[in-house]
């Protein structure tokens, strides 16, 4: 809870009463006493520093050694002067509160001659650092980073920090006078304090004494002396998001300290040295984490071999390595390692794979690695995420993986394996991504799923990608996409995304994957937790669409192009109110659009082209913003956005090989002919009282022609009903002529009109 103060610091002048009363009380007769703030009497020889928290005192005479202010969220107009009479200071702590932008003091800190330990971080101060800060001597550690707030992820995974007010930002007038007299000097943090027109002088001067030097995010240009990694005192070396800098690694001593070496985000290149082994005090390299699990040289432009030392290194990708991957790399503790984007060679060690009883997430993305995956995963295996896409890798999927009980991720795609489907995964009940895209997997899909104990259920699925392979036959069963339990109901505890983070690391791992999603080859930096995606594409699938897809209702996209499915577009999909791209696109779908299909009012991308789809395009503000090209290949769909009208008869050019279903208006009190299936129940016209029935021919003559019917009033005597004319479309046969006949019971008779057999109804 924020306290506001109008005036100056309170908490200045609360602290100097503190020192009075002290002194005060340390002279006072033991029957005397002094006040304490909750106004009760502190006698002498009483320690009173502990009766006030972040208030301490030392030697022996009272007076105040240590304000401790930090994270108070306290609020000044300004830092009062007052503050230096309290010269018995040695440690300052005012870190994580809001001094409005104010100025430090030009002078003032000299006289904390004694101090030790000065930290003005995160407190919206602004201006220059004061040069008197130089002449604390005695300062081993001093924190003037900036204020800021966390807002967001960016999109390698790190913490963006906005500054919490536009202006609050120190400037550096002259590093080095701050730096030179600071002769004691173990730390010093200057995050986001601006440093731009120092250049990297400081690099020199860093070589005079031994700090822990924290000067992320600045503004340094230049090239790095390698100097500076070689200092035999230094720990810490933190250089994140200067990416205007330039160096390169060099050869590291066994007497080298260095603890955190992190480097990320910056123009440094070359070669990772073998001698980084002998940095054996080494915990962090890049980003935070304890240990060697957080070792990070992503994006560095790094090139070479791994080297064999590598132990805990884990974030090498997008680099330039080449070769094998060492299996030195299989002693190391890791939990996460990443090895994607690089040009690395060879089989994968089967020991990496093997007793892996830390390891959470393993990506060896867009490599080169050849032959068979490692079939040894032994029990109480940890992975969750797993990724082997774009690489030369051949043969099955190791059976071995259902040892990996928390797997929620498998990524094989664009490689070379070749195997059926894999049901025995099912008993990942966890599993929710299953990429196998781009590979040689052949023959059905979950076909055996009836009865009890089905070993091919999926519950905890919401990304299933299968294109680009050999599967053949019907689409898997209704039963088994009522098994997507995960893609139908939403879990209201679920993330934002699925991050694979190890717990307190505060980096987390983001799983990147590259799916064909609204018509583009698309890569989602982040597995969305809300991302619902279906692909079975470019395979050898026939049959229907199984209705029961339109129960997925959390789906956002669904791609069942390049197969050879028949039949209607199920209604039912119309009920998928998430949907943001659908591509049935290149099969040999039949019949109707479905008019549901114009509800969806999140979709994006809709590629219905190269079927044999009929009828009018449904009109709604959703299929208007669709092009030419979402309906291209369908001969008898008419209306917009194509350029083919649609006629007063609804009238189709249809093809004599081609079963397809008619419209037919009859008049009130007419039976309907038993021999005609229907598949939509009559429905009363109340403009014109009549009954509109859609019924389908006898199919089992696909040469047969078809009826086109339009309305006419039925003229009979004393009524004035609505009636119909059947035209017959084709010339016909006199078999077709007398079934057509028969259609119009109730008195039709037939003519012959332009060489076509036209039958009309009333008198």
């Known amino acids: ?5 109008p005036g100056p610091a309170l908490l200045v002048l609360l602290f100097l009463l503190i020192q009075t009363q002290l002194v005060a009380a340390r002279t006072l007769a033991p029957s005397a006493g002094a006040y304490t703030d909750d106004h009760t009497v502190a006698t002498a ?38 503050l230096f009479h309290l010269s018995s200071l040695e440690y300052l ?20 001659s004694k101090l030790t330990h000065l930290n003005l971080s995160s407190s919206s101060f602004s201006g220059e650092i004061p040069i008197a800060i130089g002449r604390l001597t005695n300062l081993l550690s001093l924190d003037l980073s900036t204020s800021f707030e966390i807002v967001e992820l960016d999109g390698d995974g790190y913490i963006i920090y906005h500054h919490t007010k536009s202006d609050a930002r ?111 005090w ?36 997008r680099n330039s390595l080449h070769g094998k991957i060492p299996s030195s790399i299989c002693g190391a503790s890791i939990q996460l390692l990443d090895l994607s984007y690089n040009n690395l060679s060879g089989s994968i060690p089967p020991c990496l794979m093997e007793n892996v ?34 690489n030369e890798i051949v043969g099955r999927l190791p059976r071995s993986l259902v040892a990996c009980k928390n797997l929620k991720v498998i990524d094989v795609g664009n490689n070379q394996m070749n195997d059926s489907f894999p049901c025995w995964m099912s008993t990942l009940r966890g599993l929710e991504v299953i990429i196998l895209k781009s590979n040689n997997f052949f023959g059905h ?29 019907p689409l898997p069963q209704d039963e088994w996409f009522m098994n997507l339990t995960s893609m139908i109901l939403r879990d209201s505890n679920a993330p934002l995304f699925m991050a694979h983070g190890v717990p307190q690391i505060v980096k987390t791992y983001d799983y990147t994957i590259a799916m064909t999603y609204k018509g583009h080859d698309t890569t989602f930096p982040k597995i969305f937790g809300a991302l619902v995606f279906i692909d079975f594409s470019n395979n050898a699938f026939y049959g229907s669409i199984p209705e029961a897809i339109g129960g997925l209702v959390l789906l956002n996209g669904l791609n069942m192009s390049h197969n050879s499915l028949m039949g209607p577009i199920p209604a039912q999909l119309g009920r998928l109110k ?71 008869m609804t009238s189709l050019n249809y093809s004599r090989r081609q079963k397809i279903e008619h419209e037919h208006l009859r008049c009130d009190g007419m039976e309907q002919h038993p021999n005609v299936p229907v598949d939509l129940l009559p429905r009363q016209d109340p403009r014109q009282g009549i009954l509109l029935q859609r019924i389908r021919l006898n199919k089992s003559r696909n040469h047969l022609p078809y009826l086109r019917l339009q309305r006419r009033r039925c003229r009979r005597r004393g009524e004035g009903k609505e009636g119909v004319k059947a035209v017959v479309v084709g010339r016909g046969v006199g078999a077709m002529r007398r079934r057509a006949s028969n259609l119009l019971v109730g008195g039709a008779r037939v003519r012959e009109k332009a060489g076509f057999s036209v039958y009309e109804m009333g008198s």
């Open 445 to 473: 899909v979950a076909q055996s799923l009836v009865g009890e104990g089905s070993t091919c259920v999926f519950p905890g699925a919401r990304i299933v990608d299968l294109s680009s392979n050999n599967f053949y036959g």
């Open 170 to 280: 120190l400037l550096m007038p002259n590093f080095e006078y701050l730096i030179s007299n600071l002769i004691n000097l173990r730390e010093l943090h200057l995050g986001f304090v601006d440093l731009s027109d120092n250049g990297v002088k400081w690099c020199n001067l860093i070589a005079k004494s031994s700090p822990k030097l924290e000067l992320r995010r600045n503004n340094f240009e230049g090239w790095i002396s390698s100097t500076i990694f070689q200092l035999k005192k230094l720990v810490t070396i933190d250089l994140y998001h200067n990416p205007n800098i330039s160096g390169c690694l060099p050869e590291f001593f066994a007497s080298n300290v260095l603890e955190n070496l992190i480097v990320g985000t910056t123009n440094f290149s070359g070669t990772i040295p073998n001698s980084i082994g002998n940095l054996k």
């Open 578 to 648: 998430h949907m943001e791209a659908l591509d049935l696109s290149s099969n040999k779908l039949s019949g109707v659009i479905p008019q549901e299909l114009a509800s969806l009012n999140f979709l994006e991308t809709l590629n219905l082209s190269y079927n044999k789809l009929k009828g009018r395009i449904p009109e709604s503000t959703q299929f208007s913003t669709f092009s030419n090209s979402s309906f291209l290949g369908n001969d008898d769909l008419c209306g917009p956005p194509l350029t083919k009208g649609c006629n007063n």
């Open 282 to 317: 080494l915990k962090k390299l890049d980003l935070s984490g304890a240990g060697f699990s957080d070792l990070e040289f992503s994006y560095c432009g790094l090139s070479g071999s791994i080297p064999a030392f590598l132990g805990g290194l884990r974030k090498l990708e």
């Open 93 to 112: 702590d005012l870190a994580y509160n809001d001094f409005n932008v104010s100025q430090l003091p030009s002078d003032g800190f000299e006289r904390l």
């Open 357 to 390: 009883n830390t390891m959470i997430s393993l990506n060896l993305k867009a490599n080169k690695l050849l032959g068979e995956l490692p079939d040894n995963i032994n029990k109480g295996c940890s992975f969750e995420a797993l990724d082997f896409s774009g």
């Open 45 to 82: 020889g009483t320690d009173c520093c502990r009766l006030w928290e972040g208030v301490r005192c030392g030697h022996g005479d009272g007076r105040v050694t240590s304000l401790d202010l930090g994270g108070r969220g306290l609020e000044s107009a300004g830092l009062d002067t007052s």
């Open 1 to 5: 809870m924020r306290h506001q103060d």
